[in-house]
């Protein structure tokens, strides 16, 4: 099917909703290098007149984790761009957002700026009907930027200048908001200095792919993805590296090669089914330590190295990992 190219008013949360689950959300997701990830996010979800949000981040050591929420009163701007100390504002729309974390209960702090680098892509809505009842109908706007700024955690400051890195928006309702009990859930987002290689992708526990969406990106390119075969490595449970194989609509090929140099778990910011994790909270985990790995693994963000023939890159591999016939996880 042919999928409607994105305007500046999809930057608004503002999209027809209906049904309970329904939200808009904007995510975004910085990999500062090696270990170091840091995530921030907000939602809007009308049908229960509330407000969300979330910041965290990982050293590789400690992850910490924000869960923000409030109440919205009929006549409230849905653009409202602050949920408790955090502030993400789209400042010009498809082109620069502004994400600000002061004075949190958590010792992370952040003032970066997001600038596109190329034009944004939607996915086709992801549909999925069960016993005549729907019960995921999303859409996602991805687009890849670069971020600036600063960002402090423990009290130690990193300087962003230009890193290449992503940002999704998304709306509808969602089945779930964790990893998959059986199936496989990718999403790659891949930089690299000419372009960028995108591809999210849904399969079954015996592995039929049920949807998969791709572009390679660069200066007026859209080239989507054609075919997807992936060869992924998985340890307890845990992506550590593999490669995809991608056709593009141009005829051009790619396979990008991965190795994952830091883990953000997404369940402490409330991608879980947990309802003690649907409230505003604060959390902090020593992830050097299995067994809290093991408790909080499920839908993770793994920051990656990328090689894609001469080029090389880094970028973002989530992975929801359920039962799969070819990567096991019972």
Request: charged content about 25%; hydrophobic content about 35%.
């Amino acid at each position: 099917m042919t999928q409607r190219l994105p305007t500046a008013s999809d930057e608004w949360f503002r999209h027809p909703l209906s049904g309970p689950g329904s939200a808009e959300r904007c995510y975004h997701l910085v990999h500062l290098g090696g270990p170091v990830v840091l995530h921030a996010g907000r939602g809007l979800w009308p049908d229960a007149d509330r407000r969300t949000a979330f910041a965290g981040i990982t050293t590789g050591r400690v992850q910490h984790a924000l869960r923000l929420a409030e109440d919205v009163a009929p006549g409230d701007d849905p653009d409202h761009p602050t949920v408790g100390p955090l502030r993400i504002e789209a400042v010009e729309p498809l082109e620069e957002i502004r994400l600000v974390l002061a004075d949190a209960p958590i010792p992370l702090a952040f003032d970066l700026t997001y600038r596109a680098r190329f034009q944004p892509v939607m996915t086709e809505p992801n549909r999925i009907e069960h016993r005549g009842r729907v019960v995921t109908d999303y859409t996602n706007l991805f687009q890849s930027g670069v971020y600036s700024g600063t960002v402090t955690v423990d009290g130690d400051e990193h300087v962003v200048a230009g890193r290449a890195g992503f940002r999704d928006r998304g709306w509808g309702v969602r089945k779930h908001e964790g990893a998959p009990g059986r199936g496989l859930v990718v999403a790659m987002f891949c930089e690299l200095e000419a372009e960028a290689i995108y591809l999210i992708l849904y399969e079954t526990a015996s592995a039929r792919r049920v949807f998969t969406n791709g572009w390679r990106l660069a200066d007026d390119i859209v080239d989507p993805v054609t075919h997807a075969e992936h060869r992924l490595r998985f340890e307890q449970g845990l992506l550590s590296g593999g490669s995809v194989d991608l056709a593009f609509a141009s005829g051009e090929r790619r396979t990008t090669e991965l190795e994952v140099e830091g883990r953000l778990f997404l369940k402490p910011v409330g991608y879980t089914t947990d309802a003690s994790r649907s409230v505003p909270g604060v959390e902090r985990h020593d992830v050097s330590e299995p067994a809290v790995v093991a408790a909080l693994d499920g839908q993770n963000d793994n920051a990656c190295r990328f090689r894609v023939g001469r080029a090389e890159g880094h970028g973002y591999t989530e992975t929801g990992l359920g039962e799969h016939v070819t990567y096991g996880r019972q």
